[in-house]
């Protein structure tokens, strides 16, 4: 195994993973859903409605609630946020670090990602000619 596959594997134990039936009751209850997928990773794939597009590269800043740049929604460091990306690899990694570095202690990954969102079935937006699909 790499040592990317250990650190990914280290960070999946550690974080609190959620199945995106899990997901969608933790929307519903408040939490904040963050895409952390690039803008043309979002334009190929889709979207979630709702979901709060945080490129990976600035993640750190949005997310930590002491930061000038965090985001406006965020409003304490126990408030649930689930993060999201394509296939659950980044968002695992992401959920550690904003856990052990940036103090937030509600925080989730889809695990998946945007993939077992689809493949659950759950609507998603398209940016082709139709607007919102059901896988």
Known sequence: MSAADDLYEAAAARVRRLSPAETVAAVR???????????????????????????????????????????SELTSPDQEVVLMCSE????ALSADLAQRELGLRNVADLEGGFAAWKEAGLPWISHAPTQ????
Not at 45 to 51: C, D, H, K, L
Not at 55 to 65: F, N, Q, Y
Not at 132 to 135: V, W
């Open 88 to 91: 659950g690899y980044s968002s």
């Open 132 to 135: 919102l699909r059901r896988s």
């Open 29 to 71: 209850r408040g939490a904040l859903l963050i895409d952390l997928r690039p803008t043309e990773y979002r334009w190929r794939e889709g979207e979630v409605s709702g979901a709060i597009p945080v490129p990976r590269h600035v993640l750190e800043w949005r997310l930590d609630p002491n930061s000038d740049h965090r985001l």
